[in-house]
């Protein structure tokens, strides 16, 4: 019988197995309040669902050029402008099946295997996954309250000279962490590498989707960063697997080349119906308010409920915290909590090896009742937790 191959051994993501989990209690009569998952609740803008119809309704859906339709790719450009003032010619952005493309066309291009990639724990588990499977190393560096949980020159130079690097991937604001970096820990950390001749990958997917301080693109402070976004998370299009990345002029060939071949192109369907997204503003802010009535409610209710140590909920949709009052280990934590209060969350291990027993991940993209409920569900479950 032949084997799978070494490069597929890569950990499962844990919160799609408690998903599945919640979904078999869910299936057998249970009502299970759902903060495991980071997808927004909402549909999609109205707009680009009439895009879409329109598109069906045209008929013809082919094939488009491997970079994009230039419609999208130009809406993408003037967004960049309107929102960062920053000007980006069309031939830097390629439209990709989602940021999860992204990344693997960007590995590709950029890194060869056994090139050494360092990411901030905790992190967004997939990094890890999608560059072992690739064949390049991830170098995970823990961060913590001391650098507000990222990564900073300091911490990169260092691990730096212990191995040589080729890249850093950064998420700002962050999952799990759902923490943010000012403009100045970004641009320190952006010249830094330029300096060090590294790669320099700034995930923005969860841009717009920031509560405190001031959102920056990495391509504010360097022509040669790449950059990955998507319209899965403000734009909420998960299902629609529809993203972009900025390229510096130098791997825009390199990755045109690599997508014709593994995607041939982004589906056209997606790519009409973002190419609207950007006019969707009024609905999409206000969706926005909700995961901010939402956010509110969890800071004041989980500190109160015994969870004190929270991470600085700057932006995304999670309130990463800390189980050391109720449990030294997240993961039997979350199951009890699934089993006995019907609440689901994400365990730590998922995204940081080292400690994220002692970390859960709630994510409050869903409904303001939904949260209400689960606090009030935790309240009277957390007093047998122990
Ligand atoms: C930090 C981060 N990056 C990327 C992704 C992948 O998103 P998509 O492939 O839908 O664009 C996610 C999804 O949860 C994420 O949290």
Not at 189 to 200: E, K, P, T
Not at 308 to 330: H, I, K, Q
Request: charge should be negative; hydrophobic fraction near 45%; aromatic fraction near 8%.
């Amino acid at each position: 019988m032949p084997q799978s191959s070494r490069r597929s051994e890569v950990e499962p993501f844990l919160a799609m197995d408690v998903l599945a989990k919640a979904n078999a209690l869910e299936a057998a009569g249970h009502e299970i309040l759902h903060m495991e998952v980071g997808q927004p609740g909402a549909n999609a803008p109205a707009r680009v669902v009439e895009a879409a119809q329109a598109a069906l309704s045209a008929g013809r859906l082919g094939y488009t050029e491997a970079r994009g339709l230039p419609v999208l790719r130009s809406a993408i450009a003037a967004h960049y402008r309107d929102t960062y003032g920053v000007d980006v010619p069309d031939g830097r952005i390629l439209a990709t099946t989602g940021s999860s493309a992204g990344f693997n066309l960007a590995f590709l291009a950029a890194f060869d295997p056994g090139d050494r990639i360092a990411i901030a724990a905790p992190g967004y588990p997939a990094y890890r996954n999608i560059l072992k499977a690739l064949g390049i190393i991830p170098v995970e560096i823990e961060v913590g309250a001391d650098t507000r949980w990222a990564l900073t020159p300091e911490l990169l130079e260092a691990a730096h000279r212990e191995a040589p690097l080729k890249g850093v991937l950064v998420a700002s604001p962050a999952n799990p962490t759902g923490t943010m970096m000012t403009p100045e820990a970004l641009k320190a950390l952006v010249r830094a590498c330029d300096d060090m001749g590294l790669w320099f990958l700034s995930d923005e997917i969860y841009h717009g989707l920031v509560f405190n301080g001031r959102q920056e693109t990495a391509l504010a402070y360097s022509d040669k960063a790449i950059i990955l976004n998507s319209f899965s998370k403000y734009y909420c299009m998960t299902g629609w697997r529809i993203g972009w990345m900025v390229l510096p002029e130098a791997l825009v060939r390199p990755v045109e080349r690599i997508a014709q071949s593994l995607y041939i192109s982004p589906p056209e369907l997606s790519q009409r119906a973002a190419a609207v997204a950007f006019e969707a503003t009024a609905e999409l802010e206000a969706i926005k308010a909700g995961y901010a009535a939402n956010r509110e409610l969890l800071l004041k209710r989980l500190p109160a409920l015994g969870f004190t140590e929270m991470l600085p909920v700057d932006g995304a949709f999670y309130c990463y915290a800390s189980v050391r009052p109720f449990s030294n280990d997240s993961v039997a934590f979350a199951e009890r909590m699934l089993n006995e209060a019907g609440i689901a969350a994400t365990p730590g291990p998922d995204f940081d090896p080292v400690n994220g027993r002692s970390y859960i991940r709630f994510s409050f993209a869903g409904d303001n009742a939904v949260i209400e409920k689960a606090m009030a569900r935790l309240e009277e479950w957390l007093p047998t937790a122990g």
